[in-house]
């Protein structure tokens, strides 16, 4: 008879209830969502190259009356490594001084930001023009 007794009490310890339950398919449902959703994502990724472009205007301080804030963005499928932007100071259509910013990286679908100074006033606003000089493929 006590051995029985014992039986019984070990149904009831190994028996779930019901919140337990829809915890645990709650949570499978979620797993395997996010398992397909990612594979899905992977499937139809089509990497393209970085697309950089390069917006910049002056943003000057009292001690750095000079300064451009320059802004990179990709718009492309992958990352672009070690970009080098140029910003020239012309004057009469001569490169009167030149700045360059480094950027680590710029990842897909970001921007980075830096600022540049430059000894001389810009005569106009014209006056200065901005290129990514070079980037590599991490």
Known sequence: MEVKHKKEKKEIKDQ?????????WL?????L?????????????????????????PEPTEMQ????????ENTGGETAESVQVEVVLQQDGKEVEKA?????FVPQESKREG????????????????????????
């Open 16 to 24: 779930k209830n019901l919140l337990e339950w829809a915890v645990f």
């Open 33 to 57: 969502s996010i398992l397909a959703y990612l594979g899905y994502q992977t499937y139809h990724h089509k990497p393209t190259s970085p697309e950089l472009s390069v917006q910049f205007w």
């Open 65 to 72: 009356p000079y300064r451009y804030h320059v802004e990179v």
């Open 100 to 104: 360059e910013l480094h950027l680590n």
């Open 27 to 31: 949570s499978l449902l979620l797993v």
């Open 115 to 138: 600022w540049v100074n430059f000894s001389q006033k810009p005569a106009t606003k014209s006056a200065v023009s901005a290129r990514v000089a070079s980037y590599q493929k991490p």
